[in-house]
């Protein structure tokens, strides 16, 4: 029994103390509405992929206050915009979350850039009719938080200038660290129903 009760009080510090990965500091650009449309937004095309479809997405777009977000056609090759966010330098990690859609019809990539520095690529999608290449797209980069100033951050997308129009969604800027999980609420609770358990035992041997 105390062997028990040792392992169990060991095995719930344990729990309570450990540590996890988590986001430490994160940084919005636009909002997440799916474009203006309040949609749901998974990865694909809208609708069947049909010219009626295409247009009825974009006319459904709300463009944000920000002068880059869910607006089409009238972003359109390299764009830039900046995030600002505190980077104590406890972070190990960062990421990049971006939701763009209709980056199609041109032969190159995007160069997917924090600070002048190249995180990742997003290839244009291609397909033989083209309103099946205008497709939401999830995406995520993972690089160094060493990459992320303390303060604004320029993220770009670079291409050759080849007049493709596309949107974004939003731009999240995320820290990444380890960071404690708090005490489980029932931790007290099952302590003192440890403690009880042992006081029992003493008076049965009393």
Same mark, same amino acid.
Not at 36 to 52: E, H, I, K, L, Y
Not at 57 to 75: E, G, H, K, Y
Not at 102 to 123: C, E, H, R
């Given at each position: 029994?105390?062997?028990?009760?040792? %392992?169990?009080?060991?095995?719930?510090? =344990?729990?309570?103390? $450990?540590?996890?990965?988590? !986001?430490? #500091?994160?940084?919005?650009? @636009?909002?997440?509405?799916?474009?203006?449309?309040?949609?749901?937004?998974?990865?694909?095309?809208?609708?069947?992929g049909t010219f009626s479809d295409f247009n009825d997405f974009n006319a459904a777009m709300v463009a944000d206050s920000t002068p880059l977000t869910d607006?089409?056609?009238?972003?359109?090759?390299?764009?830039?915009?900046?995030? %600002?966010?505190?980077?104590?330098?406890? =972070?190990?990690?960062? $990421?990049?979350?971006?939701? !763009?859609? #209709?980056?199609?019809?041109? @032969?190159?990539?995007?160069?997917?850039?924090?600070?002048?520095?190249?995180?990742?690529?997003?290839?244009?999608?291609?397909?033989?009719?083209?309103?099946?290449?205008?497709?939401?797209?999830?995406?995520?980069?993972?690089?160094?938080?060493?990459?992320?100033?303390?303060?604004?951050?320029?993220?770009?997308?670079?291409?050759?200038?080849?007049?493709?129009?596309?949107?974004?969604?939003?731009?999240?800027?995320?820290?990444?660290?380890?960071?404690?999980?708090?005490?489980?609420?029932?931790?007290?609770?099952?302590?003192?129903?440890?403690?009880?358990?042992?006081?029992?035992?003493?008076?049965?041997?009393?």
């Amino acid at each position: 029994m105390k062997r028990l009760v040792v %392992s169990l009080v060991a095995g719930a510090i =344990a729990i309570g103390s $450990s540590a996890q990965a988590g !986001v430490i #500091a994160t940084s919005l650009y @636009g909002d997440v509405d799916c474009f203006g449309t309040n949609q749901v937004c998974n990865d694909g095309v809208r609708g069947s992929g049909t010219f009626s479809d295409f247009n009825d997405f974009n006319a459904a777009m709300v463009a944000d206050s920000t002068p880059l977000t869910d607006r089409w056609p009238d972003v359109f090759d390299s764009q830039s915009w900046e995030q %600002s966010i505190s980077n104590t330098g406890a =972070a190990t990690e960062a $990421s990049l979350d971006l939701r !763009v859609w #209709a980056m199609a019809d041109i @032969g190159n990539t995007y160069d997917v850039q924090v600070n002048g520095v190249s995180v990742g690529t997003i290839d244009t999608v291609t397909a033989a009719d083209t309103y099946l290449a205008q497709q939401v797209r999830n995406l995520t980069f993972l690089f160094s938080a060493a990459l992320v100033n303390d303060g604004v951050n320029t993220i770009s997308l670079i291409n050759d200038g080849s007049g493709d129009n596309w949107s974004l969604d939003f731009s999240r800027l995320s820290l990444l660290g380890a960071s404690e999980v708090p005490l489980p609420a029932a931790l007290p609770l099952f302590l003192m129903g440890l403690a009880g358990l042992g006081a029992a035992r003493r008076k049965r041997q009393s």
